[in-house]
């Protein structure tokens, strides 16, 4: 489960730049095509939290669509699927969006 040290990941970086201040809220922008299950971050995250200055906090997450642009035809769309197939028919397409992992903001007392 990636997902644990992604939360710790996160975390370290808020306290790395907020190391005092009581945080109450992390908000996260998460692409859909970032392999992230944004449901495992919420399991880890008042795990990771324990001890902290983000013991307590809220974890928000903002997931993004996935976008991609076909290298044949030229269009921007949206998958339907896992299978990233552009209405051309083409499968050669390249992500120009949904791939982020991010911290957005986070909220201090």
């Known amino acids: 489960?990636?997902?644990?040290s992604i939360t710790q990941s996160?975390?370290?970086a808020v306290r790395d730049r907020i190391p005092d201040a009581a945080v109450t809220?992390?908000?996260?922008d998460i692409g859909a095509l970032s392999?992230?299950?944004?449901?495992?971050?919420?399991?880890c995250f008042d795990l990771v939290?324990?001890?902290?200055?983000?013991?307590?906090?809220?974890l928000e997450i903002t997931q993004h669509a996935g976008r991609y642009r076909c290298r044949d035809c030229g269009k921007e769309f949206e998958p339907?699927?896992?299978?990233?197939?552009?209405?051309?028919?083409?499968?050669?397409?390249?992500?120009?969006?949904g791939a982020?992992?991010?911290i957005?903001?986070?909220?201090?007392?």
Do not use: K, W, Y
């Open 80 to 97: 339907e699927d896992l299978i990233a197939l552009c209405p051309c028919g083409s499968a050669d397409a390249a992500v120009i969006a």
């Open 100 to 102: 982020q992992l991010q």
């Open 25 to 28: 809220c992390v908000r996260l």
């Open 49 to 58: 939290t324990a001890g902290t200055n983000l013991e307590g906090a809220r």
């Open 1 to 4: 489960m990636h997902e644990l």
């Open 104 to 109: 957005a903001s986070v909220e201090v007392a």
């Open 35 to 43: 392999g992230v299950v944004p449901d495992a971050l919420l399991f």
């Open 10 to 12: 996160v975390v370290e």
